[in-house]
């Protein structure tokens, strides 16, 4: 049973490892006034979150780090908690990116991942069910973060784009009448990418087609701001649909 103390401590402890990609220690938190804990009760719970598989330690630092399970509580219960609207400054951007947009879906597509590998700094692919029409965009910026700094990882990156077609179709078929869905690291059902975190999200397109993008990043990606950018943009996608 997760107190609130202990909610809050893992929502520091994210946002701080969202920024950084460093393990976040008892001390830094304690610095940073963490309800105004000293470090050695700070690091007691901790090890109880840790104990109940929330945190870990990342090699033979002191800090810990934020486990899949903590990113997926997050997004089931403190997103939920504090909604997913997207900042002002963001949908000013999409509806930006999305004005002048005509009516071939293909063209509607390529605009859509462009502008939101652009915002979420995230590997965006966008495609249409059952066509083979994907554009992709964003690859660089994820080969510039410490996560994808590694050979291993660019394999594992390219292994997935050779087998994405085949992987997206199945992926259509299984979420079938879903609007979204999150993979969180090892919940992906991707072989090559389970370090990842992949958003999967599906929307109307004119001549009665259905986009889907999927959005893949590391599982410390700024959750609130990608899954409120993509239900926002879809939710725009739609609604230009519905005037074609």
């Known amino acids: 049973m997760i107190t609130p103390r202990q909610e809050a401590l893992i929502a520091s402890i994210i946002q701080e490892f969202i920024e950084t990609a460093e393990p976040v220690s008892s001390k830094y938190l304690e610095e940073t006034g963490f309800f105004g804990l000293s470090s050695a009760t700070i690091r007691a719970e901790m090890n109880e979150l840790e104990d109940q598989g929330y945190l870990m330690h990342l090699h033979t630092s002191g800090g810990r780090v934020p486990t899949d399970k903590a990113y997926r509580y997050l997004v089931d219960n403190l997103m939920a908690d504090q909604g997913l609207g997207l900042a002002a400054e963001l949908k000013r951007k999409v509806q930006s990116g999305l004005t002048g947009l005509g009516s071939d879906p293909r063209d509607i597509n390529k605009r859509v991942a462009h502008l939101l590998s652009n915002i979420s700094e995230n590997l965006v692919v966008a495609g249409i069910a059952e066509q083979d029409d994907f554009y992709k965009f964003g690859l660089s910026s994820l080969f510039e973060m410490p996560e994808f700094r590694e050979f291993n990882k660019v394999f594992q990156l390219t292994s997935f784009f050779e087998e994405f077609e085949n992987m997206f179709n199945h992926l259509e078929r299984e979420l079938l009448g879903e609007e979204m869905r999150i993979f969180i690291g090892k919940e992906s059902p991707f072989e090559n990418i389970r370090e990842e975190t992949v958003i999967f999200a599906r929307y109307n397109l004119p001549d009665n087609c259905i986009g889907s993008l999927t959005l893949i990043g590391p599982t410390r990606m700024d959750y609130g701001k990608n899954i409120g ?16």
């Open 229 to 244: 950018l993509i239900k926002y943009t879809t939710e725009e996608l739609n609604k230009l649909a519905k005037k074609t």
